[in-house]
């Protein structure tokens, strides 16, 4: 669930909303300063974006090996079964999209995976691999191209009909509040987590609860 309609048995959170119901031009004025010039020099370096609405096993799985590189180096949460399920019950309900950022040689240097209902479009994940490369240059560039692939899915949503765009949730981290900052938008309160309709997903959760406690 993730829903700004108040629930007490969901932990509630801040997020930011940017409303696709702006023109494209009010949209790209809302950006700041640096961030239209670093997207601005992405469109210039050959990239090229796959939108996958009906993703199969293998594109999920194969984002997973890519996002747990990612969690390795970023020292975060993997995505484990109970994350591919998930994402395999909302590909079941038509409400998986994932889109990656290619390179000239066909290599993906990002993901980004929404939930979409049609008028909202959530970010449920992001990973790049810029921590994994020793070159500045190189570097730079894949950090211009996951701002470059985060402004045309925002695109993308606007085109195809949706009213909101919503970030994922901000976080304590500086430098991802500042990343997500810098697109605009609304900073709302959500209420945002799993619900459980049976003893068996009640039980689930609490297992899952107790693992990431454990880290």
């Known amino acids: 669930m993730h829903s700004s309609i108040p629930n007490n048995t969901l932990p509630k959170i801040e997020t930011i909303y940017i409303d696709l119901t702006k023109t494209e031009e009010e949209l790209y004025t809302k950006l700041h300063r640096s961030n239209r010039k670093q997207i601005n020099k992405a469109s210039s370096y050959g990239f090229h974006i796959e939108v996958l609405t009906q993703p199969t096993i293998e594109d999920i799985r194969e984002f997973q090996t890519f996002y747990n590189q990612f969690a390795k180096q970023t020292k975060t949460y993997s995505?484990?079964?109970?994350?591919?399920?998930?994402?395999?019950l909302l590909v079941d309900q038509n409400a998986l999209?994932?889109?990656?950022?290619?390179?000239?040689?066909?290599?993906?240097?990002?993901?980004?995976?929404?939930?979409?209902?049609?008028d909202i479009a959530f970010s449920l994940y992001s990973a790049s691999h810029f921590r994994l490369s020793n070159k500045t240059e190189e570097k730079r560039k894949l950090s211009e191209g996951s701002r470059y692939l985060l402004w045309r899915n925002i695109l993308y949503f606007k085109e195809h009909n949706h009213l909101t765009y919503d970030m994922g949730g901000l976080t304590t981290n500086e430098n991802i509040w500042k990343f997500k900052m810098e697109f605009g938008g609304e900073v709302i309160s959500v209420y945002?987590?799993?619900?459980?309709?049976?003893?068996?997903g009640k039980l689930?959760?609490?297992l899952r609860s107790v693992k990431m406690t454990k880290g």
């Open 79 to 88: 995505c484990d079964s109970f994350h591919l399920s998930t994402m395999r």
């Open 192 to 200: 945002s987590g799993y619900e459980a309709n049976s003893m068996i």
């Open 204 to 206: 689930v959760l609490w």
């Open 97 to 118: 999209i994932i889109t990656k950022l290619l390179n000239e040689s066909e290599v993906v240097q990002c993901y980004r995976v929404y939930i979409s209902d049609g």
